[in-house]
């Protein structure tokens, strides 16, 4: 972002009497909200220079980079306003948990542990983050609307559906198989870091071309879970 884009961003926020305005934090990965603190010109201006989130400390009275001490920083994703201009939604990926508790979110419960965190058996908490096929949608359906040389969505795409289709087979196929891989070191015995982290791959390229699959048949991923919500309602 340029010197005169930042400033133009800075103005647009109608901070309060106190030069303040409230900053909602939210992870990019899953919508989660992390965490409220309040920016002011310094700090907004700090943020969009450095990418790193800064606040204002309304404690100490001072500019704030968010994990300066813990380490524990924000990577700024994106910025927007409310519709009154008067408070803020800084979409972020953090590193590692965001309160000083050690939870996740600063509404988590107070347990000092963080929820995204892979235990000994590789299992997530409560999120795992499918927040983020979004974004995989979001470049898939790019791919498909502008067909850049040298993509291999577009080209994937430009077969059709016969195309499209035996590759979702095939990476069916490979996820099976691997599954099947893994199950087998789990019986004898094995190490299965190699066998788990060879199903995860394969279970991305499955869900690769599924999207893919219904990009080409311009079914969107919500007509997808408006059936999965269906189903899991009755």
Not at 102 to 117: E, L
């Amino acid at each position: 972002m340029t010197a005169q884009a930042r400033d133009a961003a800075v103005m647009d926020v109608r901070f309060g009497p106190d030069g303040l305005a409230p900053a909602i934090v939210q992870d990019a990965e899953d919508g989660r909200v992390l965490m409220l603190a309040y920016v002011d010109a310094e700090a907004l201006t700090a943020t969009l220079t450095t990418g790193e989130v800064h606040f204002h400390s309304r404690s100490r009275d001072r500019l704030w980079r968010k994990g300066e001490t813990s380490g524990n920083v924000l990577r700024l994703r994106d910025l927007a306003l409310d519709c009154d201009g008067d408070a803020l939604l800084l979409t972020v990926d953090p590193v590692g948990p965001t309160c000083h508790r050690g939870t996740r979110s600063c509404f988590d419960a107070d347990d000092g542990a963080d929820d995204r965190s892979v235990d000994g058996s590789g299992d997530r908490g409560s999120s795992q983050g499918f927040g983020w096929l979004e974004t995989l949608w979001s470049t898939i359906d790019s791919r498909a609307t502008k067909r850049p040389p040298g993509s291999y969505t577009a080209e994937l795409l430009d077969g059709g559906v016969d195309a499209v289709g035996r590759k979702v087979s095939e990476e069916a196929t490979e996820v099976l198989i691997a599954a099947k891989d893994d199950a087998t070191a789990e019986l004898i015995g094995a190490d299965r870091a190699g066998t788990r982290a060879a199903l995860a791959g394969e279970a991305a390229d499955l869900f690769f071309h599924l999207l893919a699959a219904l990009r080409e048949r311009q079914v969107t991923p919500s007509a997808v879970i408006d059936v999965l919500r269906e189903r899991h309602s009755g």
